[in-house]
């Protein structure tokens, strides 16, 4: 008969922890052989046991589980680790992973999956709570919206945010030094760019875009060019 998996147990709820334990260890391929209620302590015993598998909270006194989890997989490479928490935030879980978890189970897990979860991680499979899964490549795949903003040049944006403040071409092109046929140019560029059928549509989608509403920097005078442009 092969040795049974070797489980470490981090959690700072005692019923909980001995609930696990208890579950864990009523199974022959099976064994808690030490429990703990902090990161800290977690860290120590894995280095000095190395169980097959830490089986860690996420939130414990001092470091918690996700520092832990970093610890243990720079320290003991081979030993898999399971996060076992309430947390169904997906910065938790890509921050555990990102620590070198294997896996992601919440506490609702049922006593039969976790164990069985317990032993697939063991064996080198990956596991994360499917909901959970789900939810993070929905949001994944969903397309990340266009930043208009993004496309305007350094001198566009000074001419949308004085537009903002309401100034019209010959008042954008004194603040800026620019010749006032320059600053339509510019204009008409900003509102292709954001895709705006006037001055003040484009005003809007700048500022609901996250223009800072502030006036533009002075400029400094330029030499004048032969058609006008400084």
Same mark, same amino acid.
């Given at each position: 008969?092969?040795?049974?998996? $070797? ?9 909980? $922890? ?44 001092? %470091? ?95 001419? %949308? ?11 954008? !092109? ?31 989608? !700048? ?11 002075? !400029? ?11």
């Amino acid at each position: 008969m092969p040795d049974p998996i $070797r489980i470490l147990l981090a959690d700072d709820h005692p019923m909980f $922890r001995e609930g696990v334990a208890h579950s864990l260890g009523n199974e022959p391929d099976l064994e808690v052989v030490a429990q703990t209620a902090s990161g800290e302590e977690a860290v120590e015993l894995a280095r000095r046991l190395t169980p097959d598998v830490a089986l860690l909270d996420i939130t414990m006194p001092g %470091i918690g589980g996700i520092a832990a989890a970093a610890q243990i997989a720079a320290s003991v490479p081979r030993m898999r680790i399971l996060m076992l928490t309430v947390s169904e935030d997906k910065d938790n879980l890509l921050a555990a992973l990102k620590a070198g978890a294997h896996g992601y189970a919440l506490k609702g897990t049922s006593a039969s999956e976790l164990r069985a979860i317990v032993r697939r991680v063991a064996g080198g499979e990956a596991f994360v709570t499917p909901a959970l899964a789900t939810r993070l490549l929905v949001e994944f795949s969903r397309p990340q919206e266009r930043d208009p903003l993004s496309e305007l040049t350094a001198r566009e944006h000074d001419v %949308i945010r004085l537009i903002s403040l309401g100034s019209s071409n010959r008042e954008i !092109a004194e603040r800026l030094h620019l010749a006032e046929k320059t600053v339509k140019h510019y204009v008409t560029g900003i509102l292709q760019k954001l895709h705006a059928r006037s001055r003040t549509e484009a005003a809007l989608i !700048a500022v609901g875009h996250g223009l800072p509403m502030r006036a533009a920097p002075e !400029a400094t005078p330029a030499k004048q060019h032969p058609n006008g442009e400084r």
